[in-house]
């Protein structure tokens, strides 16, 4: 296996797929770059699942279960320079429902596919990125680049912050 790895070090995405392939190895998206044992790793693909399917479901419960008590949302500005990027906004406990029951009675009807790219896991923290399509009332995305932070609270993986690359604040 060590030799495998370095072997794909050196490689673009494309051409470890196609050795993957060429070797016999199957995967589905984030399971090449995932880390972490299967049960904790199918959690995570709920919970992320979770959360997009409670906006194009419009339901609540599922997207609060999604989130810790706290949630952080930062801005990518459309451009991957950390110096464009903005502080969307910061919301805690009760703040969270509003923020929901804004979200589902103003920018709905959602639609989402989302397809997870990346997890990384360390310890009780966590990272999944996600390649998004969809449309809400605001706006509509395609190839949107999407970043969950999570943390792992009382055993259970939780949504603590999300980063939107290609969406910047209201002027």
Known sequence: MQLLMKLLANLSLIQIVGTLTLIGLTFRGA?????????ELDSIHKLVRDYS??????????????IGQSLVMINGNF????????????????EIDEWISM???????????????????????????????GKNAFRSWEEEEVAYMLGK?????????????NIKNPE
């Open 31 to 39: 399971e090449v770059y995932a880390q972490g044992n299967q049960t």
């Open 53 to 66: 399917n409670g906006f194009v479901e419009n339901d609540s419960r599922l997207i609060r279960n999604a």
């Open 79 to 94: 451009s991957g320079d950390l110096k464009d990027w903005q502080a969307h906004q910061f919301l805690n406990k009760a």
């Open 103 to 133: 979200m589902l009675s103003n920018a709905g009807p959602f639609e989402n596919r989302i397809e997870i790219e990346n997890i990384s896991l360390r310890g009780n923290s966590g990272l999944v990125v996600t390649e998004e399509r």
């Open 153 to 165: 609270l009382s055993g259970q993986w939780k949504i603590i912050g999300i980063f939107i690359k």
